[in-house]
């Protein structure tokens, strides 16, 4: 097996939860696929993976959503890039916690370090996204929250 790095084993969980050709392997990989504008597959894709459609309709909300399916319209950048956040979040807790499951239960359950806040709650924000990713790298090393 190979020995991957965390983040090698998030972008390459990412890519599958995007559904892209190929893995970011670099920030500057993920912010020109943000740029370029992901389908509104991606939205479906993140339902299937587990993430509940009332988060999902903040990054998208359900009417500019069936809007852009008429349309064959991309998500904009701004909603291509809260995909993203959404799916590099829950590629990191499942990386860092071990299975899909796992990390849901994880990312739904309020956690004191976060104010009694669910992290997938914190995902709306860049600042919430980075405390959440903060508190799994604190996880992966080893201590607990």
């Known amino acids: 097996m190979t020995d991957l790095t965390l ?7 990412v890519g599958s939860l995007l559904g892209l050709a190929e893995r970011p392997a670099s920030d500057l990989d993920a912010m020109r696929l943000v740029r370029n504008r992901f389908s509104p597959d991606v939205i479906a894709r993140l ?3 587990g993430i509940d459609f009332g ?14 399916r008429q349309r064959q319209e991309p998500l904009t950048q701004e909603e291509s890039e809260r995909a993203y956040r959404v799916a590099s979040i829950l590629a990191l807790a499942e990386t860092v916690m071990g299975d899909r499951q796992k990390a849901l239960s994880w990312l ?9 806040e ?6 709306d924000t860049e600042p919430g996204a980075r405390a959440v990713e903060e508190l799994l790298y604190s996880i992966d090393e080893g201590y607990f929250a």
Do not use: C, F, M
């Open 7 to 13: 983040q090698d084993r998030q972008w390459e969980i």
């Open 108 to 116: 739904t359950s309020p956690k004191r370090s976060l104010g009694n």
């Open 47 to 49: 339902g299937r993976a």
């Open 55 to 68: 988060i999902l309709h903040r990054v998208i909300p359900r009417r500019t959503l069936e809007h852009r």
């Open 118 to 123: 669910a992290p997938i709650d914190l995902l």
